[in-house]
């Protein structure tokens, strides 16, 4: 039961940053980024002295994870 609400917090986290971000993709693409964003999202987050709980918690920091990345490879790309 956990893998599937980890990757319902994924499509949640991808989806949500990909509108914030105005950057288009399928769902697929937008699991992947919410699952990698929330990898990011603990490691930043983390080295900064900011944790989280819960399926909301987590599902806020994937996002801002998903968004950094989405700005790092803008940044990579230009």
Do not use: H, P, Q, Y
């Not at 917090?9 to 288009?24: H, R, V």
């Amino acid at each position: 039961m956990g893998f599937i609400l980890t990757l319902l917090s994924g499509i949640i986290a991808g989806t949500i940053a990909g509108k914030l971000m105005d950057s288009e993709g399928s769902v697929f693409f937008n699991m992947i980024l919410g699952l990698v964003g929330g990898v990011v999202g603990s490691i930043v987050l983390g080295i900064i002295g900011i944790g989280s709980s819960g399926f909301i918690g987590g599902t806020i920091v994937s996002i801002i994870g998903a968004c950094l990345l989405i700005w790092l490879v803008r940044k990579i790309k230009s």
